[in-house]
């Protein structure tokens, strides 16, 4: 049985969330605690600043076995708290791998469609694959997890369009000229939203880029980091009109670019104004060739994006129904694996008693053309049983033949 025990954003306060916060060596020792019980197969963790998942593979039946074992350990290890159980949310089988899917597609994050999970999870799947903690069962789970999330983003709207203020940002100017990365930018402002927007303008080949800071040491710094320029903010006044983007992200309650500081240059320019007050003069917008947006314009723009965002939730979720009927699939064949090789040896095993006493009652001391059509038969007969077991229990769902196909073959 696949089990999962879970705390989230959605359900926890960031309070008791980061008391089940584990580290890789606390990962690490779980592991080792677990491993001696019979029942215990595999384990992996997924631990980020909005959900600390467990996920178990265990041979105990019951899903309350399983929440009583978890808990149990989980308490002598990181004091599991009793009361904070109406915290936690607990699956098992295939509401893990739904769960799972909907995580690594970004359906259950803060931002919907976000991708910054995916590489999360694969992260910790790669600690703990690499250290040996997963059983085969969740290798395939989390591995069907990445494709479930590549098919959502790549054939579905789940990921169209600015999810922040910063990406936004960088979008619009990309729907605003055709060659966005040819143009020279300005960003005012070496805070975090500053910096996101010349994150996102470099991961989009933008290399024109140059920021400026009230405290030039902090501009140039990220500058270095990104290999653009950095320059003072006092020589703003004689530059501004270079740029094609202005960006302004600072906490000034002041005016930093004003109307006497911008020219007509003949040239189309965008200006973004992320600042709360402004810091940009809403005069310049009169200015021919200017476009003036505020923060205002860029929430609507991703109000926008995120109702496209939701329409694709139900294209997203028949995706994941798809890989979780596959995974599933795959889970039931599992459990014919050991009638398959009973059937297998059983056939065998009668083939070569009944060949080797025919071929000696007929005082027949070798012949391989009879040994040949004797194991052809055998194979042909272990197919056709292994196929019409598959169609008899619907690949292994059927439990309830499994019994009774099971003493038709004990020879």
Known sequence: MIVLLGISYKTGPISVREKYSLSESEISQLYARLKPYKNFNGLAVINTCNRQELYLDSDLPTKEENFDFLTRELSKFIEYNPLHSQYFYFFTDGDVAEHLFKVVSGLESMVLGEDQIVMQVKNAYKFCNSNG???????????????????????????????????????????????????????????????????????????????TNRTYEKAANIAEKFNVKAIKLKEIQQVIN??????????????????????????KRIFEDLSVPRNIDEKISNIQGIELLAIDDLKNHINATEIKRHQAVDAAMKIIGE???????????????????????????????????????????????????????????IRLMIKNVKNITDNGKRSEYLELIDKLFEF
């Not at 300005?186 to 991961?203: H, S």
């Not at 270079?242 to 040239?267: E, R, Y």
């Not at 890989?323 to 009668?350: A, C, G, H, Y």
């Not at 083939?351 to 006493?357: A, D, K």
């Open 133 to 211: 903690f997963l059983s085969p069962v969740l290798s395939r789970l989390f591995n069907k997890s990445f494709e479930a999330g590549n098919r959502v983003r790549t054939e579905t709207n789940i990921a169209h369009g600015a999810a922040s203020i910063s990406s936004a940002a960088v979008e619009i100017c990309f729907s605003k000229f055709k060659n966005t990365t040819e143009k020279n930018i300005l960003i005012i402002g070496a805070g975090q939203t500053g910096e996101l927007c010349l994150t996102n303008f470099a991961k989009k080949q933008c290399h024109n880029i140059t920021i």
């Open 323 to 381: 890989v979780k009927t596959d995974f599933s699939n795959w889970i039931s064949s599992r459990s014919l694996s050991p009638m398959f090789n009973q059937i297998k040896n059983n056939f065998e095993t009668v083939n070569s008693n009944e060949l080797s006493g025919f071929l000696k009652i007929n005082g027949i001391k070798n012949d391989s053309k009879i040994s040949e059509y004797a194991n052809h038969i055998t194979e042909k007969f």
């Open 242 to 267: 270079n740029f094609d983007i202005v960006l302004a992200a600072t906490s000034s309650k002041n005016l930093i670019v004003t109307v006497n500081m911008i020219k007509p240059n003949g040239q």
